[in-house]
T-cell receptor, first 115, second 112 residues
Framework: ETGVTQSPTHLIKTRGQQVTLRCSSQSGHNTVSWYQQALGQGPQFIFQYYREEENGRGNFPPRFSGLQFPNYSSELNVNALELDDSALYLC??????????????FGPGTRLLVL | GDSVTQMEGPVTLSEEAFLTINCTYTATGYPSLFWYVQYPGEGLQLLLKATKADDKGSNKGFEATYRKETTSFHLEKGSVQVSDSAVYFCALTQPGGGKLIFGQGTELSVKP
């Protein structure tokens, strides 16, 4: 069984640029959630995708957007990068179904540095 | 809104010492509770979970009990090893999935 994978592992961008991060969910999982983890902090929820639709969003501006594909993989796009966007971006997958107490399983993360 | 509070770190212990990391939560209803561990430079790994009151989650010698009356989910291990050095996160989610809400993390350092 393949776990959650993310690409790239590291990325350096300059302020104002745009970035796309990618995530492949664990086999059998239909839901993907994205989190931002600043240095020394706990992860903060960005949004979740289920059946290719956004299914909840945290307190992040619209320049953070996402997609989920029919194979349940997902992308996180960030436009107009700011210095404060420098963080570890974590993707988590889970299986949504009636009566489930879904457990989220995390990938290794993408470390983004904005200069 | 829902929130999780963990004891501040870093926690420094000698090998074979007893570990407790405190976690309390504020939430409506009956959330599921989790402990995740993050090793340096890595993502989060699920350590254990509990989905209802009085449930005990356990894994790799770690355990935590869901205490509804004290809204707590403290992590314990009887004898820590150097390899347990990591950052530990307590988290909750409401039924039906959705976002995980994390505490700020507690760094554990175990010395030989």
């Amino acid at each position: 069984e393949t776990g959650v994978t993310q690409s790239p592992t590291h990325l350096i961008k300059t302020r104002g640029q745009q970035v796309t991060l990618r995530c492949s969910s664990q086999s059998g999982h239909n839901t993907v959630s994205w989190y931002q983890q600043a240095l020394g902090q706990g992860p903060q929820f960005i949004f979740q995708y289920y059946r290719e639709e956004e299914n909840g969003r945290g307190n992040f501006p619209p320049r953070f957007s996402g997609l989920q594909f029919p194979n349940y993989s997902s992308e996180l796009n960030v436009n107009a990068l700011e210095l404060d966007d420098s963080a570890l971006y974590l993707c988590a997958s889970s299986e949504t179904g009636q009566g489930y107490r879904e457990t989220q399983y995390f990938g290794p993360g993408t470390r983004l540095l904005v200069l | 809104g829902d929130s999780v509070t963990q004891m501040e770190g870093p926690v420094t212990l000698s090998e074979e010492a007893f570990l407790t990391i405190n976690c309390t939560y504020t939430a409506t209803g009956y959330p599921s509770l989790f402990w995740y561990v993050q090793y340096p430079g890595e993502g989060l790994q699920l350590l254990l979970k509990a989905t209802k009151a009085d449930d005990k989650g356990s894994n790799k010698g770690f355990e935590a009990t869901y205490r509804k009356e004290t809204t707590s989910f403290h992590l314990e291990k009887g004898s820590v090893q150097v390899s347990d050095s990591a950052v530990y996160f307590c988290a909750l989610t409401q039924p039906g999935g959705g976002k995980l809400i994390f505490g700020q993390g507690t760094e554990l350092s175990v010395k030989p």
